[in-house]
């Protein structure tokens, strides 16, 4: 994992605490905003950049209410170097 990468992941806590959250298990974005005490817009946000990043996977992408997001296989790889 590029260690430049793993630094621009690790800048944003909001970003930490959402991985962390998700190495757990898979949530939805309000189960995310009440375990990581951040609200729900950015939570919805900072979803959409790990996503886009490759970090997290909407489990259920067909439904507009109650998506679900796991780690990817590189959001679990980045976790071991946030841990």
């Given at each position: 994992?590029?260690?430049?990468?793993?630094?621009?992941?690790?800048?944003?806590?909001?970003?930490?605490?959402?991985l962390k959250s998700l190495g757990e298990k898979p949530k939805m974005p309000s189960?995310?905003?009440?375990?990581?005490?951040?609200?729900?817009?950015?939570?919805?946000?900072?979803?959409?950049?790990?996503?886009?990043?490759?970090?997290?996977?909407?489990?259920?992408?067909?439904?507009?209410?109650?998506?679900?997001?796991?780690?990817?296989?590189?959001?679990?790889?980045?976790?071991?170097?946030?841990?």
């Amino acid at each position: 994992m590029d260690e430049e990468f793993v630094k621009s992941v690790a800048r944003s806590s909001y970003r930490v605490k959402i991985l962390k959250s998700l190495g757990e298990k898979p949530k939805m974005p309000s189960q995310l905003a009440a375990d990581c005490n951040i609200l729900q817009n950015h939570i919805s946000n900072v979803l959409s950049y790990l996503g886009e990043l490759g970090l997290v996977v909407c489990i259920n992408p067909e439904i507009r209410k109650g998506r679900i997001y796991r780690l990817s296989e590189d959001g679990e790889e980045i976790l071991k170097y946030l841990e």
